[in-house]
């Protein structure tokens, strides 16, 4: 019997995503789990993998189409299969950025972009790393690509460098405008905002107007984590060495299952504590943030999550996150050790009730017995939601969390 494959639901505050790319055709053989399409919402882009397996029947909606959350995109069944598709959305609508509707009014200059015959674009692209919308945007407005600087990581060209070169504008990380603006060129820049970052600061301009934060720091000694976690990295391969933040992740978890009410949200005058922990991490991303999910994180092991939370944050920052690795957090942490931070603190991530902030670890002078020592230390904040709970609970949460960092040995039985 077919199957109808609708637009997901990304976040409680996605309400539509764009089709950028078919990736099966009408026709083409297809799996549970095989990635159907690419679409693109505020945060990535993401690919849609199938719900059924068969052949795919028909598209409901063309590439480029605006598409609300829970609409039908296309159907899946047996091959020769009759079916009576579902109509497409009537409020769907084909995407025509603004960027893009300049570029073809008037060109950009040559020194940005190089037009080039469809076929040498093509072969040329094939060995240049791109975002595979950054790829498809060059191939319909017809950019060489070996013509844009990229932005992403290691040079990769993503979807934001090929719109600076249509509008005529220099990547904002290009290494001629950075010699440039070195030596000459000290005038204002104007850069747009991305959608990623047009949507972090709707709702975090939401969670700070409407959320009562309140925040409690507790600082951690670190020697025995320290000393474990070169332990066990000492038998493990380099691609699958523990951080210090997994550690962190699971003893967060293992705390939250004492204090239900931090893994919580508000919603009128009911609190909902979630069944499920399933810890956010904050990932760094071209353009701002992004929160990957590690679900059941209290039951997984430290090799399971270092494992998950590698490979979300790779697809993250590539652009090419699954739906399940950015969607079901009920609390969210934030580590900034890596930059040499002393203290911060985060604004807690809607609907959910708190978030955690991570310093660095530090060896720092510390006094032990009366004596001046050198030790590892590292301040943690939690930002929570007055409405749902008190200073003296999280406090006690920090505390609890102190004997999870403080004695890691109780995270591995």
Same mark, same amino acid.
């Given at each position: +019997?077919?199957? #109808?494959?609708?637009?997901? %639901?990304?976040?409680?505050?996605?309400?539509?995503?764009?089709?950028?790319?078919?990736?099966?055709?009408?026709?083409?053989?297809?799996?549970?789990?095989?990635?159907?399409?690419?679409?693109?919402?505020?945060?990535?882009?993401?690919?849609?993998?199938?719900?059924?397996?068969?052949?795919?029947?028909?598209?409901?909606?063309?590439?480029?189409?605006?598409?609300?959350?829970?609409?039908?995109?296309?159907?899946?069944?047996?091959?020769?299969?009759?079916?009576?598709?579902?109509?497409?959305?009537?409020?769907?609508?084909?995407?025509?950025?603004?960027?893009?509707?300049?570029?073809?009014?008037?060109?950009?200059?040559?020194?940005?972009?190089?037009?080039?015959?469809?076929?040498?674009?093509?072969?040329?692209?094939?060995?240049?790393?791109?975002?595979?919308?950054?790829?498809?945007?060059?191939?319909?407005?017809?950019?060489?690509?070996?013509?844009?600087?990229?932005?992403?990581?290691?040079?990769?060209?993503?979807?934001?460098?090929?719109?600076?070169?249509?509008?005529?504008?220099?990547?904002?990380?290009? %290494?001629?405008?950075?010699?440039?603006?070195?030596?000459?060129?000290?005038?204002?820049?104007?850069?747009? #905002?991305?959608?990623?970052?047009?949507?972090?600061?709707?709702?975090?301009?939401?969670?700070?107007?409407?959320?009562?934060?309140?925040?409690? #720091?507790?600082?951690?000694?670190?020697?025995?984590?320290?000393?474990?976690?070169?332990?066990?990295?000492?038998?493990?391969?380099?691609?699958?060495?523990?951080?210090?933040?997994?550690?962190?992740?699971?003893?967060?978890?293992?705390?939250?299952?004492?204090?239900?009410?931090?893994?919580?949200?508000?919603?009128?005058?009911?609190? #909902?504590?979630?069944?499920?922990?399933?810890?956010?991490?904050?990932?760094?991303?071209?353009?701002?943030? +992004?929160?990957?999910?590690?679900?059941?994180?209290?039951?997984?092991?430290?090799?399971?999550?270092?494992?998950?939370?590698?490979?979300?944050?790779?697809?993250?920052?590539?652009?090419?996150?699954?739906?399940?690795?950015?969607?079901?957090?009920?609390?969210?942490?934030?580590?900034?050790?890596?930059?040499?931070?002393?203290?911060?603190?985060?604004?807690?991530?809607?609907?959910?009730?708190?978030?955690?902030?991570?310093?660095?670890?530090?060896?720092?002078?510390?006094?032990?017995?009366?004596?001046?020592?050198?030790?590892?230390?590292?301040?943690?904040?939690?930002?929570?939601?007055?409405?749902?709970?008190?200073?003296?609970?999280?406090?006690?949460?920090?505390?609890?969390?102190?004997?999870?960092?403080?004695?890691?040995?109780? +995270?591995?039985?």
């Amino acid at each position: +019997m077919a199957e #109808t494959i609708s637009m997901p %639901k990304l976040g409680f505050d996605m309400a539509e995503g764009t089709l950028v790319r078919w990736v099966k055709q009408v026709g083409d053989n297809i799996n549970k789990g095989d990635v159907l399409a690419e679409i693109e919402t505020d945060k990535a882009t993401v690919e849609v993998e199938s719900s059924a397996s068969g052949v795919v029947l028909q598209h409901i909606v063309e590439q480029g189409t605006v598409v609300p959350v829970n609409a039908p995109i296309a159907v899946v069944g047996a091959a020769g299969e009759k079916v009576d598709a579902p109509v497409a959305d009537s409020g769907t609508k084909k995407e025509e950025p603004k960027e893009e509707k300049k570029a073809e009014e008037k060109p950009a200059p040559p020194s940005q972009v190089t037009s080039a015959p469809a076929s040498s674009t093509s072969d040329s692209s094939s060995m240049i790393k791109a975002s595979p919308l950054a790829k498809k945007i060059a191939k319909d407005k017809n950019i060489n690509l070996a013509d844009v600087q990229g932005s992403g990581p290691n040079g990769r060209i993503v979807k934001k460098d090929v719109e600076s070169a249509l509008s005529g504008q220099p990547s904002a990380v290009s %290494k001629s405008s950075v010699v440039q603006s070195q030596i000459t060129n000290y005038e204002d820049t104007v850069v747009p #905002t991305t959608k990623l970052r047009q949507a972090i600061g709707r709702r975090l301009v939401e969670s700070k107007t409407t959320i009562p934060h309140f925040y409690v #720091t507790h600082e951690y000694k670190m020697d025995a984590l320290m000393d474990m976690r070169k332990q066990i990295n000492a038998y493990l391969p380099d691609n699958e060495k523990v951080s210090v933040n997994d550690f962190i992740l699971k003893a967060t978890a293992l705390s939250l299952r004492q204090f239900p009410n931090l893994n919580a949200t508000i919603k009128g005058n009911e609190i #909902t504590q979630f069944g499920d922990v399933n810890v956010g991490v904050a990932v760094t991303v071209p353009g701002g943030l +992004m929160t990957v999910v590690v679900k059941n994180t209290d039951q997984k092991s430290l090799r399971q999550i270092s494992g998950e939370v590698k490979a979300m944050a790779g697809r993250a920052r590539e652009g090419k996150v699954k739906p399940d690795d950015v969607d079901g957090s009920t609390f969210s942490t934030s580590n900034l050790g890596m930059y040499d931070v002393e203290d911060f603190i985060a604004i807690i991530n809607p609907p959910e009730a708190a978030i955690l902030a991570i310093s660095s670890a530090r060896e720092v002078p510390v006094v032990e017995d009366g004596q001046i020592k050198a030790g590892w230390r590292m301040k943690a904040t939690i930002s929570v939601d007055h409405r749902v709970s008190d200073g003296a609970e999280a406090a006690q949460f920090m505390q609890k969390l102190a004997e999870f960092l403080e004695n890691p040995v109780r +995270m591995l039985v």
